[in-house]
């Protein structure tokens, strides 16, 4: 290990080097049930850092795994060896061409951002995996992804029209660049001339070639894209298109070109009821072919009952199911209004041949489309709902020809039966593609060799009886690596490992995935789940949470959290006290100190696993006597530390204005060193102290409302090129021409919500904080008969969860809607606006209307791409500036033509001015400024 680090760190600076084993184990983690196997964590940031990763792996004969987004769940992205990342924006370029038809992306984009892209060409990828949210271009190639809407013809492998790709000898070759071709024709000969051979050898046989045929008619990941030895005959051809599903074991994706499909603007859902699966299989076999279907998903009795017991909002029929009742959810697109009538009509005309359990009916109202796929979408929550703690959930799916999907049905269930599984059966229903998924305990060696037993049937039942595919979409991996040869045969596995071979003659390419000779490979090394806390224990570690994260880049995302937090429990629980005291040293610098607390991880959790809750709990638990006696104390002086607060903003921002940014910086970063860290970091966005709170006219208005500022407004003025006046001024003035009366509630300099209490886990204070505001406020308000508005939405939506219920709570962006827009002129203003909804904002499902409220303001609004928490977390961004940094580094390229921006937090516009480059204000200044 020592020869390797010193090696690799002639390549790669060693910052970007991580050894130490809680940090290898904790960047490893991936959504399958295998734990990681890397020894050593790489981040590269350019081609050049790649070859030169793959030559000291070389050199030391060490295995290598290039990573995405680590979403894929058979094991192909838990690493053994060297696990490498790729960091930076080098890799996440998008580049649209020819209308949409064509697009270049290089691997470290996410899946979702090439159809953002396309979108406006009415065009997107063929591929929709449920992950591409998550997942990374890399990934959804190497994995040879498709998805519930996508057809065989339209995955990744059909869809490929040129590759740039680094083999294992470090050779860089661009299969469209004529150049780049020729070059390597002439180098690699060798090589071209063995895939040309393998090519040979497999159309050689005509029955070998038909089956090949077969099987890639219906969805099949297992193995390499042997397909490619029969639609090509140029070698460089072929390369490229083994490549794709190759899982990291032939070389490393660095862009791909691929061509689109277009995406009819239109659309009709509906979710159907029948009696029985065998109806809802008949029924599919009558559609194939007849009918313009673009999805058509089956759900069996055991995937209803569970959505029945965990899902609020689900259709009456579903409480009171007939046993063995099974549905289907159908969409069909078009280009117009009439084609879409037509495709319905020649649905029901289908429907109306079978049985059903309630009649029919379609809708093509977006927002009741999304309600009824989002049933569908939370089948596996729900299932994974259904296990304990302890257990872990193992997601198979597999593809058997449509024509026999019934038999297959009826097979599974006997599978399930006889090996004690209460399974859902879901799938994509045209393509034969059926997913399950199985609760078990795979820390337990009695259930281990249970899922042994039932994976050697399932083989068997599926290469045997079916010849279908074991692997439809997730890809071999580890999971179905034993099995590869059992799939094909035994000619077919020579031409695979010959390929293997041909690439990689040295197999330091992610060994042990793909190909493994090990007949239990399937079931070594697997995690160990165990119960840590009840707000984190449903966490699969699929990675749907950590696009969002602030601090992705610069400590742990939400399930490396989670994952670490249960190693060192485990650590504890086996007597390691030693290595869980280490261990648990790295998890409170990379994740507990630098979480944001924000919750939007949990809004992306298919389970809604609460991250910030455990955080939070962990803060409170480890919160020393004398923090908490401070915590007392401020609670019990609010309203004097706060004016404190306030005198010395002010203080400090005139010693900004004459000793000047730079000195002053110089300065305040000494101050805070002497400190150990403990003195807050002064930025040049930092603001002044608050203002007075504004006098205002008493029985003028038709209707009264009251106006609770946030503490963090009352303290925190203006910034010092910002020349507006205070924003409850600003705010009262808004409401006095919208024709309010305003209240404030009494007391006022001593209330708070209590939000950045509960930040630092400090929850008895912030509780009895809340109480105190909720009286003040109850009684300000005449017990809920008026409104009430607090100017900042992270302290609104603390109080929409603590506060009274009679109370009606709003925050700026509700409150202008519902009850300023109707009262007001609005004149839009000749300016480009750039707006930050919260992360409160966006956990209120307000930020569609803050977009809509800005519209009615200025000309042009912007919402900046992939910029969701800003990481100031409350007054984090004082004491980390490096999470507010981090998390805003795609900001100011967004913004540049913007005049300024908006929020509807005070902290947070402080950290967006200064990584923005533009001055940011409560969205209320912009509103008052249209309707003026």
Same mark, same amino acid.
């Given at each position: ?10 390549? $790669? ?50 295995? $290598? ?14 690493? &053994? ?7 930076? #924006? ?74 740039? =790709? ?7 070759? !661009? ?5 780049? %071709? ?7 000969? /060798?090589?071209?001339?063995?895939? +040309? ?21 219906? @969805? ?38 691929? &061509? ?28 194939? /072919? ?16 569970? =959505? ?8 009456? *029929? ?25 495709? $319905? ?79 859902? *059966? ?29 994976? %050697? ?80 224990? =449903? ?8 696009? %969002?994260?602030? +601090? ?9 959290? *989670? ?42 959790? #298919?389970? /809604? ?110 910034? @010092? ?71 900042? +939405? ?27 827009? !109707? ?23 307000? !930020? ?85």
């Amino acid at each position: 290990m020592k020869k390797l680090i010193k090696d690799m760190q002639g390549v $790669v600076p060693a910052e970007r080097i991580y050894d130490h084993p809680a940090l290898v184990a904790t960047y490893a983690v991936d959504a399958s049930y295998f734990a990681p196997k890397a020894k050593l964590i790489v981040d590269v940031m350019n081609l050049d850092e790649v070859s030169g990763v793959l030559k000291v792996c070389s050199q030391n004969n060490m295995g $290598v795994t290039f990573r995405g987004a680590g979403t894929a769940v058979s094991g192909q992205a838990c690493g &053994e060896g060297v696990l490498v990342r790729l960091m930076g #924006p080098y890799w996440k370029k998008i580049t649209v061409l020819d209308e949409g038809k064509m697009f270049w992306s290089g691997s470290g984009v996410v899946g979702i951002d090439v159809n953002i892209a396309l979108a406006p060409y009415q065009r997107k990828m063929g591929a929709d995996p449920a992950s591409i949210t998550s997942a990374t271009m890399g990934g959804i190639i190497a994995d040879n992804s498709a998805g519930m809407c996508c057809m065989v013809e339209e995955n990744s492998y059909h869809a490929i029209k040129g590759m740039r =790709l680094i083999l294992a000898d470090g050779t860089y070759l !661009d299969t469209t660049d004529k150049n780049s %071709v020729a070059s390597f024709r002439n180098s690699h000969k /060798g090589m071209l001339d063995e895939l +040309s051979e393998l090519r040979l050898k497999v159309i050689a046989d005509n029955g070998v070639v038909e089956r090949i045929k077969r099987k890639y008619s219906i @969805k099949n990941t297992i193995g390499y894209t042997l397909n490619s030895f029969v639609d090509y005959e140029d070698p460089v051809d072929i390369l490229m298109h083994l490549m794709v599903g190759s899982e990291g074991t032939l070389g490393f994706i660095h862009e791909v070109l691929m &061509e689109t499909i277009p995406t009819p603007p239109m659309r009709s859902v509906a979710l159907m009821f029948f009696p029985s699966l065998n109806v809802v299989t008949d029924i599919v076999l009558t559609m194939k /072919g007849t009918c313009n279907i673009d999805a058509a998903e089956v759900l069996d009795y055991n995937c209803l009952i569970a =959505l029945q017991n965990n899902l609020k909002e689900i259709p009456d *029929i579903m409480r009171n199911l007939q046993e063995g009742a099974c549905a289907m959810l159908i969409e069909t697109k078009a280009w117009s209004f009439e084609e879409l009538e037509q495709n $319905v009509d020649g649905i029901f005309e289908v429907l109306n041949r079978f049985p059903a359990l309630c009649e029919h009916s379609f809708t093509s109202v977006e927002t009741e489309c999304e309600k009824l796929w989002n049933i569908r979408r939370a089948i596996y929550p729900a299932i994974a709902n259904y296990r304990e703690a302890d257990e872990y959930v193992l997601t198979e799916d597999i593809n058997i020809p449509v024509s026999r999907l019934a038999e297959g049905c009826e097979a599974f269930q006997e599978l399930f039966t006889r090996h004690g599984f209460t399974v859902g *059966i879901m799938g994509h229903a045209f393509h034969g593609n059926l997913h399950f998924s199985i609760p078990l305990k795979i820390a337990d060696s009695k259930e281990v060799a249970r899922l042994q037993g039932f994976m %050697v049937d399932l083989v068997n039942l599926i290469t045997e009886r079916f010849d279908g595919s074991l692997k439809a979409e997730h890809g071999t991996g580890r999971a179905m690596a034993p099995f590869v040869r059992k799939e094909w045969g035994d000619l077919l596995y020579e031409v695979i490992c010959g390929v293997k071979k041909v690439f990689d003659p040295e197999s330091i390419l992610n060994p042990g995935v793909l190909i493994n000779e090990d007949s239990s490979g399937h079931t070594d090394g697997l995690k160990s789940p165990l119960t840590v806390s009840p707000d984190v224990d =449903l966490c699969v570690e699929c990675g749907f949470c950590e696009h %969002v994260c602030p +601090s992705k880049n610069i400590g742990f995302t939400p399930r490396q959290r *989670i994952s670490l937090f249960r190693a060192v429990t485990k650590l504890r629980l086996e007597g390691k006290s030693e290595a869980a005291d280490e261990w648990g040293k790295i998890f409170r610098k990379y994740g507990e100190q630098l979480c944001a607390t924000d919750g939007l991880c949990s809004m992306k959790c #298919p389970l /809604g696993v609460d991250v910030a809750s455990l955080i939070r709990s962990i803060r409170g638990k480890k919160a020393s006597a004398n923090a908490t006696k401070i915590a007392d104390y401020v609670t019990d002086h609010l309203g004097g530390v706060l004016k404190a607060a306030s005198i010395t903003l002010s203080g400090m921002s005139l010693a900004q204005r004459i000793i000047g940014d730079t000195m002053m910086s110089r300065l305040a970063g000494s101050a805070r060193n002497l400190s150990g860290e403990r003195l807050p970091l002064w930025n040049k966005a930092m603001p002044k102290g608050g203002s007075k709170v504004p006098a205002v006219k008493s029985g003028t208005g038709n209707q009264r409302v009251v106006y609770f500022p946030s503490c963090a407004v009352r303290t925190m003025g203006t910034g @010092k090129d910002d020349k507006s006046e205070p924003l409850m001024d600003v705010t009262v003035l808004l409401l006095e021409r919208a024709g309010y009366e305003v209240v404030f509630p009494k007391g006022m300099d001593s209330l708070c919500c209590g939000k950045s209490f509960e930040t630092k886990g400090f929850m008895a204070q912030a509780d009895e904080l809340a109480q105190k505001l909720g009286t003040a406020l109850l009684e300000a308000s005449g017990n809920g008969e008026c409104v009430v508005l607090c100017d900042t +939405s992270p302290c609104l939506a603390r109080m929409k969860k603590t506060l009274d219920k009679r109370l009606v709570l709003m925050d700026p962006i509700e409150f202008a809607m519902k009850y300023v827009a !109707d009262r007001l002129n609005f004149k839009k203003l000749p300016k480009t606006v750039a707006l930050h909804p919260t992360c409160s904002t966006r956990t209120m499902g307000l !930020d569609g209307m803050f977009s809509e409220l800005a519209s009615k303001c200025a000309e042009t609004v912007v919402v900046p791409k992939g910029v969701n928490c800003c990481g100031f977390s409350g007054d984090k961004g004082f004491h980390k500036p490096e999470l507010n940094e981090s998390a805003l580094e795609n900001l100011k390229g967004q913004i540049e033509h913007c005049d300024e921006g908006y929020s509807v937090s005070r902290t947070c516009e402080i950290g967006l001015t200064l990584h923005g480059g533009k001055n940011y204000r409560n969205i209320l200044y912009l509103v008052e400024e249209a309707t003026r």
